[in-house]
């Protein structure tokens, strides 16, 4: 390697030797009909640009599916289908079919499926598997978060008890949440209040007191939405005291709006009241325009990581020329915030989004991005912080740490602090041999810190400042880990023994290439991802679901990695 070989040129070596970064069209074309494929794409670009494409996902189907249940109606059958494909095996519920489960959406995805009697399977394993994430001090991580913190505890109590089950030690948690709650708003009461009543927990006179004062004061508040009001009511009515003196709350509260979420809680509050009878038929047709043909319920936002998705895998299939890339780049430097992208146009930017927007835009040869310093800025404050973060298995420190460097790379910015990043994503590797919390790896954080260690070694290496080899010290162990996620059909489940979904096997399978190695069966896991290509060209995140936007650069990308 040159000696004056700068920063800039080691970035875009790595950028271009890494596997997903080329075109691999003849590749490609023995697995797939690229032309079908493209029609995909062509049929959701629209005039400005961008690409769309109506897709459920769990939280307007949540709010949606609450007011059916408020108005005593059911959604349709395919509404029904998505619901039931958001179960991840026996370890929850995702946030859209095909992806890793996580406990908030499994607390939304439990409640619809007992609004409706959809029978959850496997309910013991699922309640043992949440049990094992109490910790010693009473409360209860995550595979998000290992440590014990308010939401997951108040979480975790609900789902178990959906699962006719409870924590293995009720009276720790009872304590816990007692002696680390400090209430800011009126969810946190009413899922401590009723965390504390699933759990036996009796109030003491000075509790209910305190309880009492912070919902009165609240009330008293002007322009409360319906949901701290349904809050607030519902936590002064498991404190069993009368609600029928704040009746007056509903007033001017009737009319829908155009926020899902709020008509949710409208509705739940006029159930309390016994009003919802009067508004059934305002309700259903809101509801029902809302639901989709293929099933589950969609605002109508563009979103930014489905479009980076589609323009990815476009080049993969060397078919980006093919439509209007500058016009598709055009828009999504417009909609960028002032320091990166969030979910949707012009919103919050977080990494993920971030990245993805920038591997976009480099690879639709643009380079120039008007608010790069602030970019830069943040990626390195999010580097520091993530380092620096005292509570060792929370998810997004790997997450942030592999989007930093992502950022650094695409940006050609000189990184820092590379040995103590190392340092960092090593303190999530389990002796199982994939990373995660202690004795619960899985494949998502697996892949964060396999890229990690990928590119920082990649990098200290070619700049010949430093050699490390930590990723070569684990690489059969967790090569060997990764590849026991490998289900006989073919894909990978995000832990070994539960089911195949397309997020999961792309993780494994760019992970393994960066580990130097393959799946142990390689053409299994091909067919298995060929077979959630639909006849729209496109790829569904389950074999009975309808194509997902989300899902096109997963299946793709791990198509041309295992072609090559």
């Known amino acids: ?3 004056m070989l700068t920063n800039t040129s080691i970035w875009q070596k790595i950028f271009q030797e890494d596997i997903l970064y080329n075109n691999h069209e003849m590749a490609l074309a023995k697995h797939l009909d690229l032309k079908s494929a493209f029609r995909y794409f062509a049929e959701n670009q629209s005039k400005n640009g961008y690409f769309h494409k109506e897709s459920p996902v769990i939280y307007d189907t949540f709010y949606f599916s609450g007011i059916l249940k408020c108005v ?31 406990t908030d959406k499994s607390y ?5 499926f007992d609004w409706f009697d959809i029978p959850i399977q496997k309910k013991n394993e699922m309640a043992t598997f949440f049990q094992n994430f109490q910790n010693p001090d009473g409360g209860f991580g995550s595979l998000s978060c290992e440590n014990s913190n308010f939401r997951n505890t108040v979480e975790t109590i609900f789902i178990l008890n959906k699962l006719d089950s409870k924590p293995r030690f009720a009276g720790q948690a009872a304590q816990w949440l007692t002696k680390n709650t400090e209430v800011k708003n009126p969810w946190e009461l009413c899922h401590l209040l009723q965390s504390l009543k699933l759990l036996n927990h009796s109030l003491n006179k000075e509790e209910k007191n305190t309880f009492d004062g912070f919902i009165l004061n ?29 009746k007056d709350l509903m007033k001017n509260s009737h009319s829908i709006s ?32 809302h639901e989709l043909p293929q099933g589950g319920f969609s605002s109508s936002e563009v979103s930014i990581i489905k479009n980076c998705f589609m323009a990815h895998s476009l080049y993969l299939m060397g078919l980006l020329g093919q ?22 146009p012009s919103s919050q930017q977080y990494h993920e989004y971030t990245v993805a927007a920038l591997i976009a835009l480099k690879l639709c040869g643009k380079t120039e991005i008007e608010n790069k310093d602030a970019i830069i800025n943040v990626a390195k404050l999010e580097m520091s912080n ?18 930093s460097l992502e950022m650094f790379m695409l940006l050609d910015i000189k990184p820092e602090n590379l040995l103590r990043a190392a340092n960092k994503v090593m303190e999530y590797y389990n002796e199982e041999g994939g990373f995660g919390p202690k004795h619960k790896p899985y494949l998502y954080a697996t892949f964060w810190a396999v890229r990690s260690l990928y590119l920082i070694e990649k990098y200290l290496n070619y700049s010949k400042k430093i050699f490390i080899s930590k990723l070569g010290r684990v690489r059969e162990k967790t090569a060997s880990w990764i590849n026991s996620c490998q289900n006989q059909d073919g894909g990978f489940g995000p832990m ?15 992970s393994l290439w960066m580990l130097d190695n393959l799946p142990k069966d390689k053409e299994n896991a091909i067919a298995w991802i060929l077979s959630l290509q639909k006849p729209d060209g496109g790829f569904a995140g389950h074999i009975n679901m309808e194509s997902e936007m989300l899902h096109i650069l997963y299946a793709i990308g791990s198509l041309a990695t295992l072609a090559n």
């Open 1 to 3: 390697m040159d000696e």
């Open 72 to 102: 005593g109606r059911m959604p349709s059958k395919n509404t029904i289908e998505y619901t039931k494909s958001l179960q991840v095996g026996s370890i929850g519920f995702s946030e859209t079919t095909g992806e890793t489960p996580w």
């Open 108 to 112: 939304m995805a439990i409640q619809m």
């Open 218 to 246: 609240f009330l008293n508040r002007k322009n409360l939405d319906n949901e701290s009001k349904y809050y607030c009511i519902k936590s002064l009515s498991i404190l069993g005291i009368s609600i029928a003196q704040y």
């Open 258 to 289: 155009n926020n899902a979420k709020e008509n949710y809680y409208l509705c739940e509050l006029l159930s309390i009241y016994n009003e919802i009878k009067n508004n059934i038929d305002e309700f259903y047709p809101y509801v029902k325009r």
């Open 323 to 344: 439509i209007n890339k500058d016009k598709f780049a055009e828009w999504l430097l417009s909609v960028a915030g002032n320091e990166g992208w969030g979910p949707i």
């Open 386 to 403: 993530a380092i620096n973060f005292k509570n060792v298995n929370n998810y997004h420190v790997l997450r942030t740490i592999k989007n």
């Open 496 to 510: 070994p023994n539960q089911p195949s979904n397309i997020q999961s096997t792309f993780c494994a399978i760019y």
